[in-house]
């Protein structure tokens, strides 16, 4: 009894401190652990460290997708460390896409700002597909850890805001998952069905070897 009753009382402990914290900004000068980032010093924090302007302006596109993903995660926007949030921008040039990929610790919210962007994910109970071409206005919700992709499917560049149920998100994008590194072409055709010559090609494109 005396155990279940400290351990009552331990766990409205650390509760109730955790509830007098207002915030933890990020230390971006240790490492990340799995609960983020520690604390920085109270009196270190300032207003900067709750603003982040880097949505503003698009990283470089990528060639290969013709699209790019600006994020403000913990490690660029440290103020949102402990929060459960984040934000990204997306820009999708003419034909471009974000192909098949996975948050594995957030669901996501998309907002299209400009042009037409095809989205969707897939379930992982009976790998049904939803799939909708998103307009100006448009909001589309990915729950966390399905597959999904965005496809801009306009005649004009497209832009979105997209928002994450956790400061590190996480990222793996199937393609880069399979044919970015060096397993074995073997294991890769095991697993996937494909044929040697299209694994080698596919491996080639992205970076991949054996």
Do not use: W
């Not at 999708?92 to 990929?101: D, E, K, R, S, Y």
């Not at 998103?134 to 004009?156: A, E, R, Y």
């Not at 497209?158 to 060096?182: E, M």
Request: proline share 6%; hydrophobic share 45%; glycine share 10%.
């Amino acid at each position: 009894m005396f155990f279940q009753s400290f351990f009552i009382f331990s766990l409205l402990f650390l509760s109730s401190e955790a509830a007098v914290l207002d915030f933890c900004v990020g230390d971006l000068s240790v490492p990340d652990g799995p609960g983020g980032y520690a604390c920085k010093k109270p009196s270190a924090v300032t207003a900067n460290d709750f603003v982040f302007s880097g949505l503003a302006t698009p990283v470089k596109l990528n060639p290969l997708i013709k699209a790019a993903v600006t994020p403000a995660f913990a490690p660029q926007f440290p103020g949102l460390n402990g929060l459960g949030i984040s934000m990204a921008r997306l820009d999708l040039a003419i034909g471009g896409v974000i192909p098949m990929h996975t948050h594995p610790g957030a669901s996501e919210v998309l907002y299209v700002v400009t042009g037409e962007i095809c989205a969707g994910f897939i379930s992982s109970s009976d790998n049904k597909v939803f799939f909708k071409n998103l307009k100006k206005g448009d909001i589309m919700v990915f729950p966390q850890g399905l597959l999904h992709f965005q496809i801009n499917s306009g005649k004009t560049a497209a832009l979105a805001i997209v928002s994450f149920s956790s400061p590190t998100p996480g990222l793996q994008i199937t393609d880069f998952a399979l044919f970015a590194n060096d397993l074995a072409t073997e294991i890769v055709q095991a697993t996937t069905f494909l044929d040697a010559a299209t694994i080698k090609k596919l491996k080639g494109v992205l970076g991949g070897t054996n």
